[in-house]
Nanobody
Framework: VQLQASGGGFVQAGGSLRLSCAASGRTFRNYVVGWFRQAPGEEREFIAAINWNSRTTYYADSVKGRFTISRDDAKNTVYLQMNGLKPEDTAVYYC???????????????????WGQGTQVTVSS
């Protein structure tokens, strides 16, 4: 599956952005789709994930209550709605997908086989 991430941009603190991760080549059926981010000099960090079949969602504590991950069947797309953005949310955001993840692996970047290109999110104070 090929992933296309989009929706990043520049926003002031407290603002909102919605990131999209569209699949091509095949559907997201049977996949877990995750969002990660990486700031300069930092390791790639888990943000959120969704099990496409069960719709079960997972969030990092740092974004719980501010970010929402969702899916659109018709568009074969996963969204990350980001509200209440903070300067510390500034990073390159990546979407990833994998068919064979167990729950304990969902937050681990190297467990995902497929990655989209990053999209930059910059939050000014």
């Amino acid at each position: 599956v090929q992933l296309q991430a989009s929706g990043g941009g520049f926003v002031q603190a407290g603002g909102s952005l919605r990131l999209s991760c569209a699949a091509s080549g095949r559907t997201f059926r049977n996949y877990v789709v995750g969002w990660f981010r990486q700031a300069p000099g930092e390791e790639r960090e888990f943000i959120a994930a969704i099990n496409w079949n069960s719709r079960t969602t997972y969030y990092a504590d740092s974004v719980k209550g501010r970010f929402t991950i969702s899916r659109d069947d018709a568009k074969n797309t996963v969204y990350l709605q980001m509200n209440g953005l903070k300067p510390e949310d500034t990073a390159v955001y990546y979407c990833a997908a994998d068919q064979h993840l167990i729950t304990s692996s969902i937050r681990t970047p190297n467990q995902y086989d497929y990655w989209g290109q990053g999209t930059q999110v910059t939050v000014s104070s």
